[in-house]
Nanobody, 121 residues
Framework: QARLVESGGGLVQAGGSLRLSCAASGSIFSISVMGWYRQAPGKQRELVAGITKGGITNYADSVKGRFTISRDNAKNTVYLQMNSLKPEDTAVYYC???????????????WGQGTLVTVSS
């Protein structure tokens, strides 16, 4: 079965940077959209950034100009470069992807288990 595994979270001071990675593995035929969501304590999960197979991106207004999403299709990996981090960026970040498995005939929406990003002031 296909799965997503995130990495790169950690502790950082305000103004610092982190790079998150999410690698898809398993029985994969194709991956369409990949993206990042986040959920802060007591708040609803929200979309941070998304990217299509062709490289078209979209960002939440709160992260525009600070975060950059990219992907390496050959490695089935999506990245989130986070610069100028703020305390309000503190959250668990989840990778999301639409994947067609080799034995399937439709795209499935998969989620990683999350990686914690903590930004101190």
């Amino acid at each position: 079965q296909a799965r997503l595994v995130e990495s790169g979270g950690g502790l950082v001071q305000a103004g610092g940077s982190l790079r998150l990675s999410c690698a898809a593995s398993g029985s994969i035929f194709s991956i369409s959209v990949m993206g990042w969501y986040r959920q802060a304590p007591g708040k609803q999960r929200e979309l941070v950034a998304g990217i299509t197979k062709g490289g078209i991106t979209n960002y939440a207004d709160s992260v525009k100009g600070r975060f950059t999403i990219s992907r390496d299709n050959a490695k089935n990996t999506v990245y989130l470069q986070m610069n100028s981090l703020k305390p309000e960026d503190t959250a668990v970040y989840y990778c999301n992807a639409e994947i067609m498995e080799r034995v399937g005939d439709k795209y499935l929406e998969l989620w990683g288990q999350g990686t914690l990003v903590t930004v101190s002031s």
